[in-house]
């Protein structure tokens, strides 16, 4: 027998529901936040994302699955969304006119990653990105977006964690103070940690090693390295978070695991058990840099990425996803019957009502536990006597109420009594 690759899964059954739960949430949310539909490849260029996300980060240095393809060209399945956006807008020249651009994708990733609860090789995220505005609003807008879908979709203990990294000059006056601080411990640290001091100090906030030691508690907090320009921004920001309602804390810790971020950084977490460690749905920040880093103007931009096998695992604990009943199920015997039974459920189906019939050559009586099994709501009981005079009989399965209407007017009845 063939199985699945390590670290990839079948959605199927509730997880199937709660996917198609959660898919009609996101595109239902991005229009109304005015987001367009964006698609990109879910294999771009090596280069593109080990300049984007940096060498030395976690997610290039282990996990990205790199491979040549037949004409040895170097290429890389996507780790994330925003690298792929940002090609997209500059190679279709969108920075012209029209700013800014409003983005959403809904797409799998693939990390080369040590899987597990809320951890995969495969993984699907849904991400927005705006490019084009420096306003704080924007930051405002890309954090509380993200928290009231997940509102919408049953979580009650949301809370925001959110950070200020500054410009680039102000990362590099704390990196300095970081390396200062981090030196005399170096010997205490992980092995990543160690080269991290060397290559991307700011990474050891984001080790999953080290992250809770002793150390790494008293670090120098990068809000006091902040110039005065960017404490301003950050606190416009959470004056509109706080407009917005949004239940947010403040930490000096979160830094990502991606280069690109600057400014606004933030992640959603939920308490949920079944999360254990993987506690982060959303997450994401500034990166007013990326755009110019590869190639295009000079463009502010800001983005979250909401990873959807996490949010669908803590979904467990909210509802009971069961399949969606089914409005109507159509029995019949004979093939008189039978033709009458496609043609009937092909227009209530195009009339938006859900219907399914016997394809098996099933008894009656199974036909019956087949539509109680689907939880159809109405049967439809085709008959040859009753279809000559231009009548069908429609039974209520939970009252068993049966009522014989005219044919021509059994759309009106199903949706009047939908
Ligand atoms: P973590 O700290 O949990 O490793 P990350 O910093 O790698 O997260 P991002 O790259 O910002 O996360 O991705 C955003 C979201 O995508 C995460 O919050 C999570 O919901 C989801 N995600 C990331 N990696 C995985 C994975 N391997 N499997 C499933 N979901 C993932
Ligand atoms: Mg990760």
Known sequence: MITKPKGTYDIIDKEATKMKI??????????????????????????????????????????????????????????????????????????????????????????????????????????????????????????????????????????????????????????????????????????????????????????????????????????????????????????????????????????????????????????KEVLGGASTIAAGGRYNDLVEKLGGPSTPCMGFACGLERLSLAMEEIGNYEKPALDAYILYVNEEEKIKAILLAQDLRGSGISVDYDTTGRSLKSQFKEADRNKARLLILLNSEDLQKGLITIKDNLTKEETKIDENEIIDYMISNG
Do not use: W
């Open 22 to 271: 959660i898919n009609r949430a996101i595109d239902y949310f991005c229009e109304f936040y005015h987001y367009e539909y964006i698609r990109t490849p879910i294999f771009e260029s090596r280069d593109l994302f080990h300049r984007t996300v940096g060498e030395e980060t976690d997610i290039v240095t282990k996990e990205t699955y790199d491979f040549k393809d037949r004409s040895d060209r170097e290429l890389t399945l996507r780790p994330e969304g925003t690298a792929g956006v940002v090609r997209s807008f500059i190679e279709n020249k969108m920075y012209g006119t029209n700013l800014p651009k409003k983005f959403y994708y809904n797409g799998t990733m693939y990390r080369y990653e040590r899987p597990g609860n809320g951890r995969n090789r495969e993984f699907t995220q849904f991400g927005v990105e705006i490019l084009g505005s420096n306003d704080p609003m924007i930051d405002a807008e890309i954090i509380s977006m993200p928290y009231r879908l997940l509102e919408e979709l049953g979580f009650k203990d949301l809370n925001v964690k959110i950070n200020n990294l500054g410009s680039k000059s102000d990362r590099e006056n704390y990196k300095n103070a970081l390396k200062e601080y981090l030196a005399p411990h170096l010997n205490d640290l992980c092995c990543d940690c160690k080269k991290r001091f060397e290559t991307n100090p700011l990474r050891i906030l984001d080790c999953k090693v080290d992250g809770e030691s002793e150390i790494l508690k008293n670090v120098p907090s990068i809000l006091n390295y902040q110039s005065e320009e960017s404490e301003k921004r950050f606190k416009k920001v959470l004056e509109y978070l706080n407009y917005l309602d949004v239940d947010y804390e403040v930490d000096d810790k979160i830094v990502r695991g991606l280069d690109y971020y600057d400014y606004t950084v933030f992640e959603i977490v939920s308490s």
